[in-house]
Structures are given as C-alpha cells and as structure tokens.
T-cell receptor, first 114, second 115 residues
Framework: DQQVKQNSPSLSVQEGRISILNCDYT??????FLWYKKYPAEGPTFLIS?????DKNEDGRFTVFLNKSAKHLSLHIVPSQPGDSAVYFC?????????????FGTGTRLQVTL | GAVVSQHPSWVICKSGTSVKIECRSL??????MFWYRQFPKQSLMLMAT?????????EQGVEKDKFLINHASLTLSTLTVTSAHPEDSSFYIC???????????FGDGTRLSIL
C-alpha cells in the first residue's frame, strides 16, 4: 500500500525554466510533508518542508504547495539549474511531536538540461 | 550543522558473514535514529526506529533477529546484518533527528553486496 505516490518517475526541464514535481498521498492523518533531494550513492538531503496548517512555504528557489483537500503537494524550483539534477523524494509523517517516522514516495528523477 | 556520518560506505562480503554498519551524528545528539533500506529504483523503506537506551521498534516484515540494532549512545546507532545472504544486498541508509519537529538528516548510505 503506497501511501505516498510520485507518479512521474522522471522529468526533464530546461535550465532557467520552472520545474514542478508532484506528490499525492492517501493517508489523511499525515500533517507534515518534506522534500528531499538525492544524488546517486548518497543519502537524501533535506530541501524544504510544510506543515498541514499552511498551504505554501518558500525558501529561495524552492516553494512547496500543499492542497489538503486534494491530498496533493508540489515542489516548484525556479529557475532550474543543472545542479538541481537529482532524484527528488517527497515524504510525509504524522507529527506526534516526538520522533515521527517518514513515509517516502518512489521519487522523481529531475534532469535539468542546458 | 546536523551532519550524519555512516560507515562503511561500501561492503562486499561472502554469504553467511555478519556485517555491522555504523551511523553517527557528528555535531548533535540524536535520541532517535532511523534505519532505511532502498532497492534499486525504489523508495526508501523504513526498517526500524532506534531510540537511545531502549530496544528498537521494527516495521512489519523486518526480522529483528536478522537486523540487530543497537543505539548505545546519543551519537551512535549500529545496524548488524547477521548471517547475510545475497537477498540482503541493498542500500542501507540511516537518519537522525535533532528534535521532534525537525526534519530527519540522513547519512550517505552503505552499499551492501553479498556474494
């Protein structure tokens, strides 16, 4: 049962344009969402997160949007840069205030071309 | 800040060998660490949650006698794959939490190959 889904396994975007990565979830108890970036043979690196009390969070070139009614979130990267090429995972948790375990999506491979 | 170091990064060993993987939080204390497993082109699957000074909590389907976890200090958790077999070959990644509402910070993973 895949509770967090990233339906696009790959995405190719030109440098300077906007990259939009999508994520859907099924568990309505999730209230904290994160995006991680991962290079091959490395661990994921935290990018940005959003709590369910918000619908948008922005950090530099990265913005995460949350649509609770649709159980959908997206990560926008603008402008996209070649160094952004990596696999992006969305993750969700039920934040109990203590150590909350993450449920990950299957990842989207982003390729930013020149 | 929030650096997590995982060692070794790559292990190749014979079937039947036990392999220990270390996960250290270098610049913070982690009361909780997590162990994940990732198969090629798949998601990270949580194996267990490791709490300092107590027994680990394993996810359904993960054999606790096969994957021994020890979290003896606030900066170190170890995962031992006992009597490893080729099907245990995978990418194992640990993460650590600085606090309840903080994101998990990940190590660089260990590629385990059992011949």
């Amino acid at each position: 049962d895949q509770q967090v889904k990233q339906n696009s396994p790959s995405l190719s975007v030109q440098e300077g344009r906007i990259s939009i990565l999508n994520c859907d979830y099924t568990n309505s108890m999730f209230d904290y969402f994160l995006w991680y970036k991962k290079y091959p043979a490395e661990g994921p690196t935290f990018l940005i997160s959003i709590s369910s009390i918000k619908d948008k969070n922005e950090d530099g070139r990265f913005t995460v949007f949350l649509n609770k009614s649709a159980k959908h979130l997206s990560l926008h990267i603008v402008p996209s840069q070649p160094g952004d090429s990596a696999v992006y995972f969305c993750a969700a948790s039920v934040n109990t205030g203590t150590a909350s375990k993450l449920t990950f999506g299957t990842g989207t491979r982003l390729q930013v071309t020149l | 800040g929030a650096v997590v170091s995982q060692h070794p990064s790559w292990v190749i060993c014979k079937s039947g060998t036990s392999v220990k993987i270390e996960c250290r939080s270098l610049d913070f204390q982690a009361t909780t660490m997590f162990w994940y497993r990732q198969f090629p082109k798949q998601s990270l699957m949580l194996m267990a949650t490791s709490n300092e000074g107590s027994k680990a909590t394993y996810e359904q389907g993960v054999e606790k006698d096969k994957f021994l976890i020890n979290h003896a200090s606030l900066t170190l958790s170890t995962l031992t794959v006992t009597s490893a077999h080729p099907e245990d070959s995978s990418f194992y990644i640990c993460s650590a939490l600085t606090g309840g509402y903080q994101p998990q910070h990940f190590g660089d993973g260990t590629r385990l190959s059992i011949l």
